[in-house]
C-alpha cells in the first residue's frame, strides 16, 4: 500500500471516528477538536500512563480520582510520595505509579509544560516509544505512528500479515505509519484504538461494520479470527512466600513500605519473607504465629503463592515495619495481592476484622 492508497484508508477511518467516537473522560471527542477545544496534556499523559497493560473500564474510577485530588501536573508533583501510591493501589504495575511521580516532578521543575515531540517526551521518567508517540499525536497532533495493542490487530488483518507477534512488531509500526496521516494524526491514532476496541475485536470482530472492510486481507482470506498470531508463551514459574498480618488488641495493624525498586515498590504491605522456591520464614517479631492458609496471585511473569501467618501481639517492638493504628489503616490502600491477604486474615480469629 502507498501513501495515497494509505491516505485513503485513512479518511474513511476519520469519517468512521467522526460518527462513532468513544467518549472517554480524558478525551477530546472529535467534534470539540473541529471547534477548536485543545486536549490537555497532562490528561493525556495521565491517561496514558494508567491505560499501560490495564482497560479503560479499569481506568476510569482512578483517573476521575487522580484528577479530583490533583487537577494539573504541579499538583501532582507536589503531592506525598505515599498519597499517591495509595490511590493507585489495585491497578497494578506499580512502578507505572513511582515514574508518574518522578515525571510530574520533572515536568513541574521544567515550568509544568510538557514537551511536544517525541523526542522530548521520552526524556521524562517512565515514557517510552508508544507513550511518547501517543502524548505527541493526541495532544499536539505531531503525525506520530501510535501502535498498542489494538492498532496491532487491526493492522495485522488490514494487511494480512500472519508473522507471529512479538517478532511482528517492526512490520506492523512500519505499516501503521503507512496509514498515519498528516492531518487530524491525534484522531487518526484515537480512531485506530476505537476500531480495535469496538469492531476489530480479538473474538467475533464485527466485520459487517467496519469500515475498512474493503480491502482487508484477513477478512478476504477469512483469517479476521485467527490473525493476529501470537507465539506460544512459556510456562510462568511459581514462587511462594510468606506473609505475616499482626494485630494489636487497640486495633493497629503491623505494616511495612517496600523497597521503591522492585515489584510493588513502595507500596504499604504486610510483613513478608523473599519471593522464591524455598523462602525461609521470616516472622517480624516474636509472637504465637498461626498459619490460616495461602493466598494466590498472578503477577505478569509468574504466579506467587503466599502461606499467610496471623497472630495478635502486645506492645513488642518489631524488627522491620510499624504499626498503623485503626482509624488510618485502609485495605483499600493496599495492592491487590496484600488485600487479599487481609481478607483471608480478618476472616480468622488470629487477625480480627478491621473497624
Known amino acids: 500500500m502507498d501513501g495515497q492508497a494509505g491516505a485513503a484508508v485513512s479518511g474513511r477511518l476519520l469519517e468512521w471516528y467522526d460518527a462513532h467516537a468513544r467518549v472517554l473522560p480524558w478525551r477530546v471527542g472529535p467534534a470539540e477538536r473541529a471547534a477548536g477545544v485543545r486536549p490537555d496534556p497532562y490528561a493525556v499523559w495521565l491517561s496514558e500512563v494508567m491505560l499501560q497493560q490495564t482497560t479503560v473500564a479499569a481506568v ?8 479530583t485530588l490533583w487537577p494539573d501536573v504541579g499538583a501532582l508533583a507536589a503531592a506525598g510520595d505515599g498519597a499517591v501510591m495509595a490511590e493507585w493501589a489495585g491497578l497494578g504495575y506499580y512502578a ?31 515514557i517510552g516509544p508508544y507513550t511518547a508517540a501517543a502524548i505527541a499525536a493526541i495532544a499536539f497532533d505531531r503525525p506520530a505512528v501510535v501502535v498498542d495493542g489494538n492498532v496491532e490487530r487491526v493492522v495485522a488483518r488490514l494487511f494480512g500479515v500472519e508473522e507471529p507477534l512479538p517478532a511482528a512488531k517492526p512490520r506492523l509500526v512500519e505499516l501503521a505509519g503507512v496509514l498515519t496521516p498528516l492531518e487530524r494524526p491525534g484522531d487518526h491514532a484515537q480512531a485506530m484504538m476505537d476500531l480495535g476496541a469496538t469492531v476489530c475485536t480479538p473474538r467475533r470482530p464485527a466485520c ?27 510456562a510462568k514459574p511459581v514462587r511462594l512466600g510468606h506473609v505475616y498480618v499482626a494485630r494489636r488488641a487497640d486495633g493497629a495493624v503491623l505494616l511495612e513500605r517496600r523497597p521503591s525498586s522492585g515489584l510493588l515498590g513502595g507500596m504499604l504491605g504486610f510483613c513478608g519473607s523473599d519471593w522464591g522456591e524455598a ?20 503477577f505478569t511473569h509468574f504466579h506467587l503463592r503466599l502461606r499467610v501467618h496471623v497472630a495478635q501481639v ?26 487479599k491477604v487481609w481478607a483471608l486474615a480478618s476472616s480468622t480469629a488470629g487477625a480480627g476484622g478491621h473497624r
Open 60 to 67: 476510569k474510577g482512578y483517573f476521575f480520582r487522580f484528577t
Open 96 to 126: 507505572r505509579a513511582r515514574n508518574l511521580i518522578l515525571c510530574a516532578r520533572e515536568v513541574a521543575a521544567r515550568g509544568g509544560v510538557f514537551p511536544d515531540t517525541e523526542d522530548g517526551l521520552r526524556e521524562l521518567p517512565g
Open 208 to 234: 459487517g461494520l467496519c469500515p475498512l472492510r474493503a480491502g482487508c486481507r484477513a477478512r478476504e482470506a477469512g483469517l479476521a479470527e485467527v490473525l493476529p498470531r501470537k507465539a506460544a508463551k512459556p
Open 279 to 298: 523462602p525461609a520464614e521470616a516472622p517480624p517479631l516474636e509472637a504465637a504465629w498461626a498459619e490460616v492458609g495461602e493466598v494466590r496471585h498472578t
Open 314 to 339: 502486645g506492645p513488642e517492638v518489631p524488627v522491620r515495619g510499624a504499626f498503623v493504628p485503626a482509624a488510618e489503616f485502609s485495605p483499600a490502600a493496599l495492592p491487590t495481592v496484600m488485600r
